[in-house]
């Protein structure tokens, strides 16, 4: 706005205030008593004594140049979850692109605008809904009240940080809301009531959901509920609508469980979104119970029980035959221990209570029949895991492999033990396998391994190789059988590197993650498709033995599928990255193999209740001063500006202050009565004076 002047008077007086009327007080009180006594002159006397006190009282005419500022408007755009509903961001759209060209026809306005979306970048966390308050008082802080002609919120009313009314002031403006959805919507919604943030594999959970119908007339009382675990419908069943439902259910394996949880849709309902729920349960292994049996004593024997016993969470038991081989003097089976060996206790009727069973160095001599290890092939094949640590006599005919075992068995000897020394190395697929691909890290500076001295000669028949020996001969195969897994390492030195032996090497981290990826952990998968949030980007990774790039199909909650192209990153890992479109459970696929990966709170606030509404803003509008409108039942309102202490808002207006807000860039100051014409006055009243007195 050009600027303009203004003139204003002012007084500057000579002396303090308290002396200038005292001084005012003593000239009236002298007056008056010349007035009483009707003494000559007294007027003129007193316009002398008024003109003396003028001059003190020295008034100003001040002028000043005032650049009056631009009011703000401020437009809040809500573009949280619950707008991209039905039409509700083409209605939002339009409305602000109409509304801007109002606010702009005005002079001596501006006009901010304020877009508002949920956070989605965090994968964990609580999440608040639609903070549009929140973002407005940050937009207004360096904005002086007085400069505030209004603000507009463009939404549908869903909004969850909406203030106490004490706390609301009119000096901040009008606050206007104008209504994206429409009246009287209905909707049904799937609450997650409890859950638990993990629970023990294979041990029954419960969670508890309940299904709630908004805005219906005629109430229904039954729905069906499907339930679905990591993308596997395991349930359905009928519920009751409004109560709170108890279900029941098991994790499968470690780490994260995806459980969705939907309801069937209500007839008209504004949105499916919010039918489903959705819950990532970790799950953790009680006690892992291993059974280790030692066909004799030998250096390496500690070594398995050191490392097994380390870990808190496994249960060992463990039994050693110490009975030398050569030894047969017709002593019968069952006198051969202190105890009695319980037999058919652990291989029969506990079997399947273990999660993994080692034969270490052991060798058939009677103890376990034949029936036992073919409960224990069985055992493999329906989901367990068997590791055989082989000494010398799997390559005599006291093997293992010559027993039922050998259906499971990936490797069979040759009949040929290997000793001399070597060194041992990862096999072109075990850099890629997620078990080795770590034990030595690519890197000139790493140290090499120590040797070992023995290896039974074996031809892999199954699985996948991830160690060599002599001659690229298999060291160490792994094989998925059926449901379950096996593993075999073909030497019993690998104590040398526990002890340190020439350098020694990774004896503990090779078995444990040996002992692990039998045991079905997640993280040692050697296919897996998994993704971790980045900020505002998805980073996708794929464990693969296989080399060549793959292209990854990630499908966004709201059911659009991208194609992301991932490139190699070493060690069997491949990576790629794509946008976050919108919080919720997002689908990653490539051929057979399916994942889900959470991103963001999976049930936010925003989605309790979608439906449009004015019971949250009306209380605001009517303390501010402002107005409610449903724009697609009345449209968009007409705009005009206002005095601030006039009404802001009625049906067919809304207000924006005209606040006259300035800032003063320069000024001048004039004196009313120049001390010369002063002097002139103050002679001429006391020459009256003098000649009314004398007469």
Known sequence: MPENLAYSLDFSPHISLEWLIGLAILSAAILTLGILRNARGSIWRGGLLALLLFMLANPVLLAEKRNYLDDVALIVIDESDSQRIGKRQEVTSDTYENLVGQLEAFDNLQVETLVFKNEISSATGDEDGSLLFSSRQDALINIAPDRIAATIMITDGQIHDIPNLENLSKSEGPIHFLLSGNKNEKDRVLQLVKAPAFGIVNQPISLVVKAEDFGVRDPIATAKLSIMLDGQLIQNRPIQVGEDVEIELSLPHGGANFVEITVDPLDGELTEKNNTAYVTINGVRDRLQVLLVS????????????????????????????????????????????????????????????????????????????????????????????????????????????????????????????????????????????????????????????????????????????????????????????????????????????????????????????????????????????????????????????????????????????????????????????????????????????SLVAVGVLNPKELHDLRATTDKVLPVAKTTGGGVRWLNEQGLPDFRRTKPNNSQASTYWMGLRANEKFEVTGYKRQALLPPLLGLILAMAFLCLGWWREGR
């Open 295 to 594: 066909g004799e004593p030998h250096m390496g024997e500690r070594g398995w029980r050191n490392i097994l016993k380390s870990d808190p969470s496994v249960d060992l038991v463990h039994f050693t035959i110490l009975r030398p081989p050569e030894k047969q003097d017709g002593t019968p089976i069952t006198e051969l221990s202190l105890i009695p060996f319980p037999i058919r206790d652990l291989f029969e009727k506990k079997l399947n209570d273990f999660d993994l069973i080692i034969f270490d160095r052991y060798r058939r001599r009677g103890v376990l029949p034949s029936t036992y290890l073919r409960n224990i092939s069985r055992y493999v094949e329906e989901g367990g895991a068997l590791l055989e640590a082989a000494g010398p006599a799997f390559a005599t005919a006291l093997s293992l492999y010559r027993t039922p075992l050998s259906d499971v068995l990936p490797g069979r000897p040759t009949g040929y033990v290997f000793n001399e020394g070597y060194v041992p190395a990862i096999s072109d697929i075990g850099k890629r396998h997620p078990v080795t691909g770590q034990l030595k890290p690519d890197d000139i500076n790493s140290p090499e391994w120590g040797r070992w001295f023995r290896m039974i000669e074996a031809e892999a028949l199954a699985g996948q190789t991830l160690m060599t020996g002599p001659d690229d001969q298999p060291l160490l195969i792994l094989e998925k059988r059926l449901n379950g897994r096996v593993a075999q390492l073909l030497s019993d030195h690998a104590w040398l590197w526990g002890r340190g032996f020439e350098g020694g090497g990774p004896q503990s981290e090779l078995l444990r993650r040996v002992s692990h990826w039998l045991m079905k952990e997640p993280e040692l998968e050697e296919e897996q498709l998994s993704a971790i949030v980045e900020g505002d980007n998805l980073v996708l990774y794929r464990q693969s033995l296989e080399e060549a790039p793959a292209t990854v199909t990630v499908t966004d909650p709201d059911g659009n599928s991208s194609f992301v192209a991932l490139s190699p990153s070493g060690s069997g890992r491949q990576t790629g990255t794509t946008p976050i479109t919108t919080s919720g459970l997002y689908t990653l696929q490539h051929n057979d193999q399916k």
